[in-house]
């Protein structure tokens, strides 16, 4: 398997009119099976070597800049099982602009707290003065490992929580507080994906198994937010949908982002060719 992308990938399929209700119903999807056993082996021995890199002493790993800290991992910015999901939500004036690598080996039973429970954002969900508040963003949830059954460090949300604002929660990070009444630990195999709405209420959960949690995480936004962190470097071999999600389209500055020219997106015209566009809806209008 190589470790660059091809130069022209397909978009992927649209969201169905199912997965859409579920989504704007729960803030999330499981889809499973999107990679096969081969690519789950590649991407986790390329995490692993990120890992050497970040945490040679051990220990977990959260590191922001997800393909910049492990360029092997670039296909999965638009894989294209998961990708029209992305582009179904948001529309084509969208990048990359937050993701994570993590490593989370077993801790003991006895860790002590840290109350994990957000919505992603940061200040957006104080700046911003609708109710709800909106959406903005959407990630992917590639797992690595398996996460089938709760204790392996499995993602917990609140079903059906991105429309809410607030949740109770203790003055410190460092106080004990029971998790929300309706939170649910999400399953998953080595190879699934979770699709979620950024206002979803979600935290990591501690892995208390043998098995080493490894995933990676890619936050999808419009051109004009800006990104949460750069990428230092060119890649080789990027398509051009993947330097728009990337930002190294050479033509990123604000104009071009606001969307005006919509032929020189890439994102856009591979939309326009393979007839994903949609006048209907206003972020694929063509
Ligand atoms: O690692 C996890 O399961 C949680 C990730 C998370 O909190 C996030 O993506 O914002």
Request: with cysteine; net charge negative; proline share 10%.
């Amino acid at each position: 398997m190589t470790t660059t992308a091809p130069a022209v990938r397909r978009p992927g399929t649209a969201m169905t009119a199912d997965q859409r209700a579920q989504f704007e119903r729960d803030g999330y999807l499981v889809v499973p099976g999107v990679l096969d056993a081969d690519e789950v082996a590649h991407y986790a021995e390329a995490i692993d070597r990120a890992y050497q890199r970040h945490a040679p002493q051990g220990g977990p790993m959260h590191v922001l800049g997800a393909v910049h800290s492990c360029p092997e991992l670039v296909p999965l910015i638009d894989h294209p099982t998961v990708f029209g999901l992305v582009w179904s939500i948001l529309g084509w004036n969208v990048h990359v602009y937050h993701s994570h690598l993590d490593v989370h080996p077993t801790v003991p039973a006895d860790q002590p707290f840290r109350y994990q429970w957000h919505q992603d954002g940061g200040r957006q969900n104080r700046e911003l003065e609708t109710h709800p508040r909106p959406r903005l963003s959407v990630k992917l949830a590639y797992w690595l490992t398996d996460v089938s059954m709760p204790g392996r460090g499995n993602l917990k949300v609140v079903p059906g929580s991105h429309t809410t604002d607030w949740i109770a929660g203790p003055p410190t990070r460092s106080m004990p507080w029971p998790d929300p009444e309706d939170a649910i630990h999400i399953t998953a195999n080595a190879g699934d994906v979770v699709f979620f709405d950024r206002r979803l209420w979600h935290a990591r959960s501690d892995n208390h198994s043998p098995i080493t949690r490894k995933a990676a995480f890619f936050a999808y936004t419009y051109r004009w937010v800006r990104a949460r962190e750069e990428l230092k470097r060119e890649l080789p071999g990027l398509s051009p949908v993947q330097q728009q999600l990337l930002g190294t389209l050479g033509a990123t500055d604000g104009d071009h982002a606001w969307g005006h020219a919509p032929h020189g997106v890439p994102l856009y015209t591979l939309l326009r060719e393979t007839g994903n566009l949609d006048p209907v809806f206003p972020p694929l209008k063509p």
